[in-house]
């Protein structure tokens, strides 16, 4: 799960980082109020999780409390790539000397994490690795070790970084571990023309895995992009929205993913990405139909099952007693495979429903579900 | 011979006594593990029944009882086990490994889904320092047919024979050992669908390399990362038997996790259609289904026969 900048921020504060004085709200009257209280003239920001709010007109500057009203009433409500601004972050402007980029990231083949750290902030990190890359330091973190002030030197030594920011690079490393963080950037950091070491703006990513121990920001940073998307985490489905037709329902994320891909290439598209898992039961099978038949997009619907640990007529069965539940209002490819495949398929065509079809091969299904949905 | 897991193997399971560990060591012991022991501190020193079905010649009709030992050095002094299967939930996985890891075990499998990535990296990084191998975690393990199966693998689905296959998702792996029943599979490593684990396709690459009874390996890869591209070059300057791969996740819309918490294409890195590549660069025949992968191995072996 992703943070918002402004908890990013109170993270980084109460573990001791210097960041810029700023408060949030949803409501252009109260922004008013609080760029009074930070004296006058104030950043309005955008709290959205993607990046480029700047260029999309999600980050201002009011010169007194009137201004950041009128700002916070623009910038609110503002759709910045497909996310609605509910809330602005107003902030003291910083007298920004020089700008640098430090983060911690989680480097999946070496098992461990990286730090990444440039004298050159500001601008995406990507855009400078790509075009200057020896302006980019990439060090290892030894996981048992992990950020001591002596490594925190090393860091900031390649990147180029004065020595005051070693204090931060430690406290970074305390944020990421303490809260169970996979990504912790601050981009930039800054140094005032006081000197002063400052986190003006982060992204924090933080472990879903590790919700069970990290209960404090709840599920409320839990963004569905979408209804379906809602309504499928509500009844606890590994649900992801698409754009196609073909409703797709599997067991084990990989068989789904590779569904996806072979509907996709006998021409349809996939509407969705669902995973019941190995178990396959009953309720389970009918919660996943009604999420997908709700869809209206939806033309044809392709269950895919390979019966391993769950044989196939336990799977079938587990279908039957869905249809029981869930009005069935299009074409259903059933596809078994596997353990009692024979069993499975007899107990479908026991069942007999008009709208469900079997297939014996995944290829040879989705091709049907595919033609379902695009002749219908 | 196969890797990693052979019939000599004396397996452990860490949470033998939870409701998936003591449904999933049954299924071992009927798939030929020779299960040593449970480990579980607060019911050390009795023993559990498994009642398994006849479907190996001499077992008979009589329940298996496997006993529980307080911890895994006291298994492995008891047993001589070499590998642990661990069971135990997210929040006990690091302590479970880590104590494994401590009392010299050769081969731990974590089957465990949903462990701290935090955790994952700390166990991982540990088990090196100790010389113990991590496959996993969030992986069904590996199976040796005939053997041996260290975990929740369905060992009815396929039979032994010359294939090796290594693969970051579970029902890819028994869809291919499936299509492949008829020739059949040295070992199959489910290597787990996490951002962290402990082996890796090249590590299986390696060892099949080396394995005398595997004639070709089967590399079954998704999207996130970049352990396919690395495969890759792995294979190019290592690998002379024949390899073929399928890759999941080619529909997979940017920034979104399918399923597996390590599957995810961020910006432009992690896409299927780069580790298809990457692979088919250095000669590797990449299926565009589960079926045509399994076609591609029927005419490499039979290229080579």
């Known amino acids: 799960m992703d943070l918002y900048e402004h908890q990013a921020r109170e993270l980084f504060e109460e573990h001791g980082i210097l960041v810029p004085r700023a408060e949030v709200t949803d409501s252009p009257k109260e922004a008013r109020e609080i760029a009074r209280r930070l004296g006058g003239r104030v950043v309005v920001k955008a709290q959205v999780k993607t990046g480029g709010r700047g260029k999309a007109g999600g980050v201002k500057l009011a010169a007194d409390p009137a201004a950041a009203e009128i700002t916070a009433r623009q910038i609110l409500g503002m759709d910045i790539k497909g996310h609605t601004v509910g809330k602005v972050m107003l902030a003291q402007p910083v007298d920004i000397e020089t700008e640098f980029y430090v983060s911690y990231v989680l480097d999946r083949e070496a098992g461990g994490f990286l730090a990444i750290a440039s004298a050159e902030g500001g601008m995406e990190i990507e855009e400078v690795a790509a075009t200057r890359p020896q302006a980019v330091a990439r060090i290892p973190i030894d996981p048992a070790e992990g950020v001591t002030s002596a490594k925190a030197g090393e860091i900031a030594k390649a990147a180029g970084l004065p020595p005051q920011t070693v204090d931060v690079l430690v406290r970074l490393w305390e944020v990421l571990v303490r809260e169970d963080a996979l990504l912790v950037e601050v981009n930039p950091l800054v140094r005032t023309g006081q000197g002063q070491i400052l986190a003006l703006d982060g992204k924090v990513t933080l472990d879903d895995n590790a919700r069970f121990r990290q209960t404090r920001w709840g599920t409320d940073g839990v963004e569905h992009d979408d209804a379906l998307e809602a309504a499928a985490a509500a009844k606890g489905l590994n649900y992801v929205k698409l754009d196609g037709e073909v409703g797709i329902i599997g067991n084990g994320a990989g068989l789904v993913m590779s569904t996806l891909d072979v509907v996709a290439g006998c021409g349809a598209r996939p509407a969705n990405f669902l995973d019941i898992g190995g178990g396959a039961s009953a309720r389970i099978m009918a919660d996943g139909l009604s999420v997908i038949l709700s869809d209206p997009a939806v033309k044809s619907v392709f269950v895919n099952v390979f019966g391993g640990i769950t044989a196939c007529d336990a799977v079938a069965e587990g279908i039957v007693q869905a249809l029981d539940s869930v009005q069935l209002t299009k074409p259903l490819v059933v596809r078994l495979d596997g353990n009692n495949a024979a069993r499975g398929r007899a107990v479908l065509d026991d069942r007999a429903h008009p709208l469900v079809q079997q297939a014996t091969t995944m290829d040879g299904a989705a091709l049907r579900a595919a033609r379902l949905a695009t002749t219908a | ?305």
């Open chain 2, 1 to 305: 011979m196969a890797i990693h897991l052979t019939k000599e193997s004396k397996v452990l399971v860490q949470g033998m006594t939870g409701g998936e560990g003591m449904k999933h060591t049954r299924r071992m012991l009927a798939a030929g593990t020779n299960v040593v022991g449970g480990v579980n501190p607060r019911k050390a020193g009795r023993s559990v029944d498994f009642d398994v079905p006849q479907c190996l010649k001499g077992l008979g009709s009589t329940p298996i009882a496997v006993p529980v030992f307080g911890s895994v050095a006291d298994g492995i002094r008891a047993t001589g086990a070499d590998v642990s299967v661990v069971f135990v939930p997210p929040a006990f996985a690091k302590a479970a490994v880590v104590e494994a890891a401590d009392a010299g075990i050769g081969l731990a499998v974590v089957i465990t889904e949903g462990i701290p990535v935090h955790d994952s990296v700390a166990f991982t990084a540990y088990a090196k320092t100790r010389g113990t191998r991590i496959i996993g975690p969030n992986c069904p393990g590996l199976i040796t047919p005939g053997q041996s199966n260290a975990g929740i693998i369905p060992a009815d689905i396929t039979k032994p024979g010359r294939i090796g296959l290594v693969s970051k998702s579970g029902t890819l792996t028994y869809q291919l050992m499936y299509e492949l029943r008829d020739i059949g599979f040295s070992t199959c490593v489910g290597i787990g669908g996490d951002p962290v684990v402990g082996t890796t396709h090249i590590d299986c690459l390696a060892a099949f390399q080396d394995d005398p009874d595997t004639e070709l390996v089967v590399l079954i890869g998704e999207i996130g990362g970049d352990a396919e591209e690395r495969a890759a070059a792995y294979i190019r300057d290592h690998v002379t038997k024949p390899v073929v791969g399928y890759i999941a996740g080619f529909t997979a819309p940017e920034g979104k996790t399918m399923g597996h918490a390590g599957a995810i294409v961020s910006g432009s890195s992690g896409t299927a259609a780069a580790k298809r590549e990457a692979l088919e660069a250095v000669g590797v025949g990449v299926g565009s289904t589960p079926t045509e992968t399994a076609r591609l191995v029927l005419e490499r072996l039979g290229a080579g026969a």
